[in-house]
């Protein structure tokens, strides 16, 4: 973690030293995100709402090649069916769980992005982009809704703490691709679309030996200035 942090903290010094120019941004973008696990007894269920908010800095090595990073807010998660029985550590209490329970966790995290990004050339008042990079991702909060039993008898709980269900540090590729429509010399709309493929466990629980991966498509929209 530490050596990531040096390396990222590297990265953007280098950037700024050498940039041509910097691009600031604002950013609000709505995503779809799901779990998925490498073990068949433990299942993804379904698509989750969630939202990130925060801002991006590009630096420039030249007119249309960048090193794009920023600081957001990323409200995001996803729900997965247990085939055993499992205990699961809640904020207040720790619960044994019956085979076929479901968990949907709502995970907070800080992200910090650091991508590679090509534009086009100005096609009228259209700038188009591709990028990929690594997101990181720190935990800053965790909560769960269950759904199941506990011998035999139903348990339903919304919004349970669970932190220590939850790794602090996750990591995945981003791959996306946009349009920048400018309005005024320097400063446009941006609208895009990026796919984030999580490849660090997500979940912490012991019982289970498994790795839970977050996956997302999020719509990129903001303010560049």
């Not at 044994?96 to 990004?117: C, G, H, N, V």
């Not at 259209?126 to 990028?131: E, S, T």
């Amino acid at each position: 973690m530490k050596k990531l942090t040096l390396l990222i903290a590297l990265v953007l010094i280098i950037s700024s030293a050498y940039s041509q120019k910097v691009r600031m941004g604002l950013a609000a973008n709505p995503q779809l995100s799901w779990l998925t696990s490498d073990v068949t007894r433990v299942k993804g269920d379904g698509l989750q709402m969630g939202f990130s908010f925060g801002m991006q800095t590009d630096f420039f090595f030249s007119d249309r090649y960048s090193i794009t990073t920023g600081v957001l807010i990323n409200n995001t998660g996803g729900s997965l069916t247990y085939s055993d029985s499992i205990r699961f550590k809640t904020s207040d209490e720790t619960l044994i769980l019956d085979p076929e329970s479901s968990i949907k966790y709502r995970i907070q995290y800080i992200d910090i992005p650091l991508a590679f990004r090509m534009e086009s050339n100005q096609i009228g008042y259209f700038v188009y982009y591709a990028q990929f990079g690594i997101t990181n991702h720190l935990r800053v909060g965790a909560s769960a809704n269950i759904e199941g039993a506990t011998d035999q008898v139903a348990v339903s709980k919304d919004g349970a703490g669970c932190k220590d269900e939850v790794g602090f540090f996750n990591m995945g590729y981003n791959i996306g691709a946009g349009t920048n429509y400018y309005f005024s010399k320097n400063t446009a709309i941006t609208l895009g679309i990026l796919y984030t493929n999580g490849f660090i466990d997500v979940t912490k629980n012991s019982d289970v030996d498994d790795s839970a991966y977050l996956r997302s498509f999020t719509l990129k929209i903001g303010l560049l200035f």
